[in-house]
């Protein structure tokens, strides 16, 4: 199966993947797939989870939403943030998500930003508890 380079870019770090076969990313209209060859595009990315396919092997990866940068033998992700599924702590997670229902119970707090704050905690939730 034809392959491509992926590399995924936080704030904390370059995650040089090396080469993938697949790529499933939530866009904002969406998820989108890709795989070598793929035309060129800049996709905006949701929070969501990333499903990555490499040597026949399928890995999960919590995001919390950024850009997709799509050449035709590589893919740079520049995302918010990025946690593999085995790595992410399920109790920091579900403390988050709790923080978040309380700001938005508060009607002093910032409705939109306690919204997405939620998103991403039950993101993180439901993948670590695959």
Same mark, same amino acid.
């Given at each position: ?7 995924i @870019?936080?704030?904390i770090g370059?995650?040089?993947? $090396?080469? *993938? ?6 866009g904002l209209?969406? !998820?989108?797939? *890709?795989? +070598? ?5 800049? @996709?905006?990315?949701? *929070?969501? *989870? ?6 026949? +092997? ?8 950024? #850009?997709?940068? #799509?050449? +035709?033998?590589?893919?740079?992700l !520049? !995302?918010?943030?990025?946690?593999? /599924?085995d790595? #992410?702590? #399920?109790?920091?997670? &579900?403390? /988050?998500?709790?923080?978040? &229902?309380?700001?938005l119970?508060?009607q ?10 939620? /998103?991403r905690? @039950?993101?993180?939730? +439901?993948? $670590? $508890? @695959?």
């Amino acid at each position: 199966m034809s392959k491509f380079a992926l590399e995924i @870019i936080t704030s904390i770090g370059l995650t040089d993947l $090396g080469e *993938v076969e697949y790529l499933r990313a939530p866009g904002l209209d969406g !998820l989108f797939g *890709v795989m +070598k060859n793929h035309a060129p595009a800049m @996709i905006s990315m949701d *929070v969501g *989870v990333l499903k990555i396919v490499q040597n026949g +092997k399928e890995s999960l990866w919590a995001t919390s939403g950024g #850009i997709a940068d #799509i050449r +035709k033998d590589k893919v740079q992700l !520049l !995302l918010e943030t990025a946690e593999k /599924s085995d790595a #992410i702590d #399920i109790e920091r997670a &579900k403390k /988050s998500a709790e923080r978040a &229902k309380q700001r938005l119970a508060d009607q002093r707090a910032d409705a939109a930003r306690a919204k997405a704050s939620l /998103s991403r905690a @039950i993101n993180r939730v +439901k993948l $670590g $508890g @695959i």
